[in-house]
């Protein structure tokens, strides 16, 4: 994460000249369980003492007005840092008082002396602290004003020792377009509007961000300021998908723009769990095949390359999962179970949430666990939902049932091809699947695999773990595992798609039909050239990669030799090759074999085919190397 915490943070919060600059506004996507959240906590702790900073988790705030989310921020940005000492937001208080107190909404004159009321003539703000607290309680349990309203004024009171009645009436008719004669009448209407209808309220919502930049703007300017606050301040706003979420976004940009040379004072980073259209055309939205010239987002490691991004007014960073170096340290650190060194990663793929998962689960059995049966243990001594049913409902959420179902059946394709597919699905898709196919790619939850012209869309590869252990259990006759995978086989059947179908013939178990049509380059005396070896190798890895629902009864070992029994040996080396794909397909499951028993069976299933001879030969001893 350092890429982000530290070199874009760094960057963000500087201060040429002790001038604000304009910046985008900072969003780290990732599906679920990619530390969005952690990454928030860790650029926090770099702030603690440093900058002021606030931070909020919008998907808990619920359905809160802009208003709301405001004075969250500025509570917390209020609070005294040293050298900074205490920013003050008057007018972003007065506006939310004057937003959540009980004004007469049908007499102006009744509603002006209510305001008159707590902002008296020509008296400092602070010389009538109780009224000002007394209209603070009034409102406590209103819309848009937090719990802790009455608190939180007294604590930005403090800031207003200096700032007069009168100013701060003045400050707020000069940061609206309002053509109110009067800065009360301005307040009035403020209330007023805020009651009305849609555009009125937002209308009422810019106001508001107005107020919230023309106080930072105050805060961070003057010879005194600038020599003090040399640095922005940062705001962290977690689950920023959320509409409200996109909503504050939005109208805090289009703030941004109304204040012009005021510049920014504020270091804005804000997570997402699922895509904003607002970015479209900007940047490539990761899980779909390049076009046009939208960029990929970044990842953490690569953020310090293109750090200035100072042209556009979003950055985002792409969070992903872990890389296996990475993923070995965690495990290193977090316990003392043993795992062979590459399970970890190649189960979970380096998702971070998934590998947090299974060292909780791991940390909570009371004996050994069975590797090979890691996925079946129960995720806590006293439930029954297994390991992989809690880490299948971390990543999906709250996706309806019927469509995790439908999930479940499609995921016994090698890509994304069978998530509109009605037949294989076995079920009704009354949008043509459009609804599945965008919650997927909308969180994050597609990938790219292969590169180039080859790059195909597919399922991310932890969740398809989860999906396919799901299918294996599933006991419905029309979309169990058998009748789902024979679907599949017929469908490629049909298309002369002879590879992809022995893909589903191995995992409905039939070797003979895989080493059958494996077979073709040594049933003959011609020996290998480059290009045959170089086609055969790719059908080999596409065949022997099928998911497989074996009993974890038996030794890896025992169970190649179980396989290939009675597979008719086909060429002068039909045994190697019926032994090599039963092995490499129980390899290619990461608890499959998990101690690694089966490499050298496949190292010297290799070097047997190897010796059919030819230039293409070479590529065969190379895999036995491997």
């Known amino acids: 994460m350092d890429g982000v915490s530290t070199v874009l943070v760094d960057e963000m919060v500087r201060r040429p000249g002790g001038r604000a600059r304009p910046s985008p506004l900072v969003v780290a996507l990732g599906a679920r369980g990619t530390g969005k959240t952690a990454l928030l906590r860790r650029i926090r702790d770099r702030c603690v003492n440093r900058v002021p900073w606030a931070l909020l988790d919008l998907e808990e705030l619920g359905e809160a007005r802009p208003s709301g989310i405001l004075t969250g921020i500025a509570f917390e940005l209020s609070r005294d840092v040293p050298q900074f000492g205490r920013i003050a937001f008057p007018r972003l208080w007065l506006c939310a008082l ?5 004004l007469n909404t049908v007499d102006r004159g009744k509603a002006l002396a209510e305001v008159n009321a707590v902002m008296r003539e020509n008296r400092p703000v602070e010389q009538h602290r109780q009224q000002v607290l007394s209209l603070a309680e009034l409102a406590a349990d209103a819309a ?8 939180a004024t007294d604590t930005l009171l403090n800031g207003l020792n200096w700032l007069s009645r009168r100013r701060v009436l003045r400050a707020v008719k000069g940061m609206s377009r309002s053509a109110a004669p009067n800065p009360r009448d301005l307040l009035v209407d403020l209330h007023h509007k805020d009651k009305g209808a ?31 606050r040399t640095a922005n301040c ?21 703030a941004r723009k109304r204040a012009g040379a005021q510049g920014d004072h504020a270091a804005v980073f804000a997570t997402s769990r699922t895509w904003n259209v607002d970015w479209n055309g900007t940047w490539r939205r990761p899980g779909t095949l390049p076009t046009g010239h939208s960029p990929l987002p970044p990842t953490p490691d690569e953020v310090e ?26 495990v290193k650190r977090a316990t003392t179970s043993r795992l062979p060194a590459s399970l970890p990663y190649r189960l979970t793929h380096g998702h971070p ?23 079946s243990v129960p995720a806590h001594p006293d439930r029954t ?8 409902g971390l990543l999906l959420g709250d996706l309806p049932e019927a469509q995790v179902d439908d999930l479940v059946t499609a995921s016994a394709g090698r890509g994304v091809e069978f998530l509109s597919d009605a037949t294989v699905l076995g079920t009704d898709l009354p949008d043509g699947g459009g609804a599945l196919y965008t919650f997927l790619l909308n969180n994050f939850l597609l990938t790219l695999a292969g590169e180039g012209d080859a790059a195909r869309v597919v399922l991310d590869p932890w969740l398809r773990t989860l999906l396919l252990h799901r299918l294996a259990r599933r006991e419905d006759a029309e979309r169990g595992w058998d009748a789902v995978h024979r679907r599949c086989r017929d469908h490629y059947a049909d298309q002369g798609q002879e590879t992809k179908a022995r893909y589903h013939d191995l995992a409905l178990g039939d070797v003979r039909s895989a080493v059958a049509h494996l077979a073709g380059p040594f049933t003959s005396d011609r020996q290998l050239d480059m290009a045959t070896a170089l086609k055969w190798l790719a059908e080999l890895d596409v065949i022997t990669s099928a998911p497989n629902r074996l009993p974890r009864d038996a030794e890896p070992l025992t169970q190649v030799e179980q396989l290939i029994e009675g597979v008719p040996p086909t060429g002068s080396h039909g045994a190697a090759l019926a032994r090599l794909v039963a092995a490499l ?5 990461p608890l499959g074999d998990p101690d690694g028993t089966l490499r050298g069976r496949i190292a010297e299933a290799y070097r047997r085919l190897g010796q059919h001879g030819g230039e293409g030969s070479i590529l065969l001893h190379d895999r036995a190397e491997r």
Request: glycine share 8%; no cysteine.
């Open 234 to 254: 940062v705001v962290l706003l977690d689950n920023a998908h959320t509409p409200e979420g996109k909503a504050f976004l939005s109208g805090l940009l289009a």
């Open 305 to 330: 390359r293109v750090v200035r991004a100072e042209s556009q007014p979003w950055f985002l960073v792409r969070l992903t999962h872990l890389n296996p170096g990475d993923t070995a340290e965690v």
């Open 198 to 228: 849609p555009d009125d309220r937002a209308a009422v919502d810019a106001i508001v961000f107005d107020a919230f930049l023309a106080d930072l703007h105050q805060a961070f300017t003057g010879r005194v300021h600038q020599l003090r």
């Open 353 to 375: 949430g998934g590998l947090r998962t299974m060292l909780d689960v791991l940390a909570r059995q009371e004996g050994p666990v069975p590797l090979r049966r890691l996925l």
């Open 585 to 589: 397909w129980i390899a290619a499951d």
């Open 98 to 102: 004057v937003l959540t107190s009980n």
């Open 144 to 151: 848009g004003l937090p719990g802790w309203a009455p608190s």
């Open 385 to 392: 939902a297994s390991f992989a049913d809690e880490a299948l």
